[in-house]
């Protein structure tokens, strides 16, 4: 497999987010938000970690973006900080944030490397929360005028946007399994919030499109996964297909079709969940399609149809959605548990083409997390540190994704997660995804072999 087997204009980058590298000391003006008040409730974060140092991106990101230039990657996928903007959410506007964005995006520029920017991935700011958050729709006056600044100030400059990342995550990692800010535990919050991050998704692309930065191309960007049964029974089946359309058709079939899969939006009504939706709303959303989609592939979904035990056990989502994940023997998986199954990213790449009218994807994250410490900790080789298994993980998604382009995908980009180790949320800095290594005492960056084979990948 070559870089040649690619159009010469797919996108080739690595993907970070601003919570996890940008470090929040000193803030220059940043107010708080719900991760920085999530880190600082013991017991939240593995080792009570923080955002404070992160990998200062704030502070070094012309040295990172020299390195990305070394990488030879031509995009580069970074979140904007919502409260670097609007410290409160809405009103006053911090002129250093601004400035922080437009200094990484020139740098980026003069490497040739196309900033992409998300809008959204997680950091709300916390006065937004104290309010109600993405569970009320009173999230959408303050949203407009975030996202009105961002392209007011960038649109100029970045080309591709994002406005969601992973709001599946955001809604009920965040509110219904509290393992993520701000730490909810409430399936109603959750639906609620579900429906507002799709339904600014929508707003997001409608005010794009009136904004300067309308020339640019925008969408959204979802964890999806293929969900296949356990076993070839109607049970197992039918926990896929519910698995299914809560991970994957709760925010595609809104976005793409205008409507919610009706067996699992009656279970959360019956559950007391039911869409805030309000008239209209849904033809809105379908109205403003997206000029491509953004997936972040990880691993697939295993499922079978839970017994009482597993119930007992907490072992499914909710008890109106009796399903549970399983590994499948003999499956390998990396440090987060996650089963390692490249051709996933193929068949999911072709089922978005055929049940979604074949837009153009991006790859906008994949990766693994693996225990590069014991390699690096001390005894760190002269040479790079060997994470072979990162290495191979990444040649066979991207060999994953040329099969799918071979078989009709419209695949258009792909990024690395991560460019460098950063902080993996409730994890704290346990888990390293970076291509890069990074001493998070000294702040060093290292190479890892996977980000050598990439560079010699991307150089031919
Ligand atoms: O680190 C996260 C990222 O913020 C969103 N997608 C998954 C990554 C790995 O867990």
């Not at 959410?89 to 003069?110: A, C, H, P, S």
């Not at 399609?289 to 017994?307: E, H, S, T």
């Not at 199954?341 to 994807?361: C, S, T, V």
């Not at 900790?377 to 060997?386: A, C, E, I, R």
Request: with cysteine.
């Amino acid at each position: 497999m070559k870089r040649s087997d690619f159009p010469p204009d797919f996108l080739w980058g690595t993907a970070t987010a601003s919570f996890q590298v940008e470090g929040t000391e000193p803030g220059d003006g940043r107010g708080g938000s719900i991760w920085d008040t999530f880190c600082a409730t013991p017991g939240k974060v593995h080792n009570n970690d923080t955002g404070k140092t992160a990998c200062e991106h704030y502070k070094r990101y012309a040295q990172d973006v020299a390195l990305m230039g070394e990488l030879g990657i031509n995009a580069y996928r970074f979140s904007i900080a919502w409260p670097r903007l609007l410290p409160d959410g809405t009103g006053r506007v911090n002129q250093k944030g601004i400035d922080f964005y437009n200094r990484l995006i020139d740098e980026l520029l003069k490497k040739n490397i196309a900033p992409c920017a998300t809008l959204y991935h997680w950091d709300l700011p916390q006065k937004l929360q104290d309010t109600g958050g993405w569970a009320t729709r009173a999230i959408c006056g303050p949203w407009a005028e975030y996202v009105n600044l961002a392209y007011e100030h960038f649109g100029d400059r970045v080309k591709q946007w994002f406005t969601h990342n992973e709001p599946w995550v955001a809604a009920f990692a965040g509110n219904l399994q509290g393992r993520h800010a701000p730490g909810n535990t409430d399936l109603a919050t959750a639906v609620a919030a579900s429906y507002h991050l799709v339904l600014t998704h929508g707003q997001a692309i409608e005010a794009f499109r009136q904004s300067k930065a309308r020339d640019g191309k925008i969408g959204v960007v979802l964890n999806l996964y293929p969900a296949v049964p356990a076993a070839d029974s109607e049970a197992d089946k039918h926990a896929a297909d519910l698995s299914d359309q809560f991970q994957n058709r709760w925010f595609l079939d809104p976005v793409y079709k205008g409507c919610y899969p009706q067996e699992l939006r009656e279970i959360f009504e019956k559950a007391g969940a039911p869409l805030p939706e309000k008239p209209g709303d849904l033809d809105f959303i379908k109205k403003q399609k997206p000029d491509f989609l953004g997936i972040n592939y990880y691993f697939r979904k295993v499922l079978r149809a839970a017994a009482s035990e597993d119930i007992a056990q907490g072992k499914i989502p909710h008890p109106a959605l009796p399903i549970v994940e399983v590994i499948p023997p003999g499956a390998r998986t990396t440090e987060m548990g996650w089963e390692i199954y490249p051709q996933g990213m193929a068949d999911l790449l072709l089922r978005i083409k055929d049940d979604y009218g074949n837009p153009p994807l991006f790859i906008t994250e994949n990766g693994a997390s693996f225990p590069d410490d014991k390699f690096a900790v001390g005894t760190k080789s002269p040479y790079m540190l060997d994470d072979e298994d990162r290495r191979q993980f990444i040649e066979d998604h991207i060999a994953a994704g040329l099969r799918a382009r071979k078989a009709g995908a419209n695949l258009a980009g792909y990024f690395v997660w991560s460019f460098m180790d950063n902080f993996e949320w409730a994890r704290g800095y346990s888990k390293r995804f970076g291509v890069f290594y990074v001493d998070y005492k000294t702040q060093e960056r290292s190479w890892k072999k996977s980000a050598r084979w990439y560079e010699s990948f991307l150089k031919g």
